[in-house]
């Protein structure tokens, strides 16, 4: 990679209805990416599309393309005059021709061809730039959560359950993550996984009085506890937004509960002198030990190695008492930390 002089085309992340280049000469940093005979560098400054330049008679020279709006509206259409720049300017190949059908602008399909053309002329690359690995982050990650349980039954059998009402469960959570950085659009968009290991706890009560002409006074209390602990793991799609260190990204979640500390449905009727208990059971008996759900998340990372993250995750629960249902919302609150 060494200064040069060159045309850099302004400008073309935009799509205009003019097909004529618009370009400014300018000092910049040219990364070589095939060096020998025939030479191709490239010009990236990671806010618009890369250019990329070949080299005639010691002067480094343009390889021409753009989109633009057709006329009478008819749509993006391609200026491609660099596939005639690399017939001549690679011509020494006769099967060059046939190849530049299938080219495209982009880094991966332009070194092939070079490729192809030092095989074709039986001429050594002195220097091929090698293809960049997935860069990976690995850290840890902690904060707080809160997660708020809604209880539904089927209503014919137990109306009463119907209105008890959870108090939402704050607990500190932590766990490891790694994200791997995908090369296409220069590393914006990421595949996040995580382990976490989270808690939550519930607990309330409700009253069921009734009277009429078959069925003599009773009332009943009832008591549900529950307190789990859960190995989440989550698996995030990150994008991150323009040159900024903001991203926002969405995935699945799959929880699964490790330990179950109390679980507890009590129902006592009040009428009677002691209570008479009605029922003394498990609430979370035959509970799917699994969870799953999916996940929202808004976010800064880059600042140093530190990064936050709120999200939102919506799930199923894991209550299958009496035919309920559990649906669980969790907002949580995490700071990173990335170890490379």
Not at 68 to 74: C, E, L, P, R
Not at 93 to 121: A, M, N, R, W
Not at 302 to 323: A, C, M, P, T, W
Request: glycine letters at 8%; charged letters at 25%; hydrophobic letters at 35%.
């Amino acid at each position: 990679m060494g200064l040069s002089n060159i045309n850099n085309q302004c400008g073309n992340q935009y799509i205009d209805s003019k097909k004529e280049l618009n370009t400014v000469r300018r000092n910049v940093f040219l990364e070589i990416l095939i060096d020998g005979e025939a030479k191709l560098y490239m010009y990236d400054d990671n806010k618009v599309a890369p250019n990329f330049y070949i080299n005639q008679n010691g002067e480094y020279v343009l390889l021409q393309y753009k989109k633009y709006v057709g006329a009478k509206d008819t749509g993006v259409k391609e200026f491609n005059g660099y596939v005639y720049q690399l017939l001549n300017y690679l011509g020494a190949c006769p099967e060059i021709q046939t190849k530049l059908k299938d080219i495209h602008y982009q880094k991966g399909s332009l070194k092939k061809l070079f490729k192809k053309y030092y095989q074709c002329v039986d001429s050594e690359i002195v220097f091929e730039k090698e293809n960049t690995k997935i860069p990976i982050s690995i850290g840890i990650l902690g904060g707080s959560s809160r997660t708020d349980m809604d209880l539904q039954t089927p209503k014919v059998k137990y109306k009463a359950l119907d209105t008890l009402e959870f108090s939402p469960s704050y607990n500190i959570t932590f766990g490891l993550f790694f994200e791997a950085f995908l090369p296409m659009n220069r590393g914006k968009w990421s595949f996040y996984t995580d382990l976490v290991l989270s808690n939550y706890s519930f607990g309330g009560t409700y009253e069921d009085k009734t009277k009429n002409e078959y069925q003599p006074l009773f009332h009943r209390v009832g008591e549900v506890s529950v307190a789990q602990s859960q190995l989440r793991i989550n698996n995030l799609l990150k994008y991150r937004i323009g040159n900024t260190p903001v991203f926002i990204g969405v995935g699945m979640v799959n929880a699964l509960t490790i330990k179950t500390s109390e679980d507890k449905y009590l129902v006592q009727d009040i009428v009677y002198n002691p209570p008479a208990i009605l029922r003394d059971t498990d609430f979370l008996r035959n509970a799917n030990k699994r969870e799953t759900g999916y996940i929202f998340s808004l976010g800064i990372s880059g600042l140093k190695r530190f990064g936050l993250e709120v999200r939102y995750e919506r799930s199923d629960g894991v209550s299958n008492f009496l035919g309920a249902r559990t649906p669980t919302k969790r907002f949580y609150f995490l700071g990173k930390f990335v170890f490379n």
